[in-house]
């Protein structure tokens, strides 16, 4: 029940703030108003009726003046705009490019080690094959010749599976002769 009650407060407080807020504007447009608009409005009408030509002529001044003003006022936040906007298209553009060379060099160092990693396998292999060799060859003479062939056969080729190689090949199924169905109910 005190959650319910919360929103309601918070709600006559926010009611409360903007009743405030919207008295603190009035108040300020009437001072505005009294002190300055109606001042200079009773003294317009006062000049015009007094200087009828200068005061149209003022007026003229004031209406055409203010398209130039606004044309200043609107180019002036056309260009802030867009240089704030191609200044973030720059930040982006540049944070771009700066993360498409920090990728480009993590892909070439990948790329180098794959390849020092392949010269380093076939080094050793080499250098464990020709080890072998040796070994084998002056322990055993010409026969170790065969088995270090068989040897590096055994390592660098693909070998076949073990279940291949131990199952029997299963009987031709056209040379296989059915059995009838007679002989199997017989003993029903």
């Not at 191609?86 to 982006?92: D, K, R, T, Y």
């Not at 050793?124 to 170790?144: E, I, K, M």
Request: one cysteine or more.
């Amino acid at each position: 029940m005190a959650r319910r009650e919360e929103p309601e407060d918070f709600q006559e407080g926010l009611t409360t703030y903007f009743g405030k807020c919207a008295e603190l504007v009035r108040q300020y447009a009437d001072v505005i108003e009294q002190r300055y608009a109606r001042p200079a409005l009773a003294l317009w009408i006062k000049n015009f009726k007094e200087k009828p030509i200068t005061m149209t002529f003022i007026a003229i001044l004031c209406i055409l003046s203010v398209l130039p003003i606004l044309s200043f006022v609107g180019i002036s936040l056309f260009i802030i705009s867009s240089i704030i906007f191609l200044a973030a298209v720059s930040a982006v553009m540049a944070c771009l490019v700066t993360e498409s060379i920090i990728v480009s060099i993590a892909i070439c160092a990948m790329c180098s080690l794959v390849v020092v990693a392949v010269l380093a396998t076939v080094f050793f292999l080499s250098v464990y094959s020709a080890t072998r060799f040796a070994l084998l060859v002056r322990s055993s003479g010409r026969s170790g010749f065969k088995e270090w062939a068989m040897e590096t056969k055994q390592h660098l080729l693909p070998v076949k599976g073990a279940e291949e190689e131990e199952k029997p090949n299963a009987p031709d199924v056209a040379t296989q002769h059915p059995i009838s169905d007679c002989a199997s109910h017989s003993d029903d």
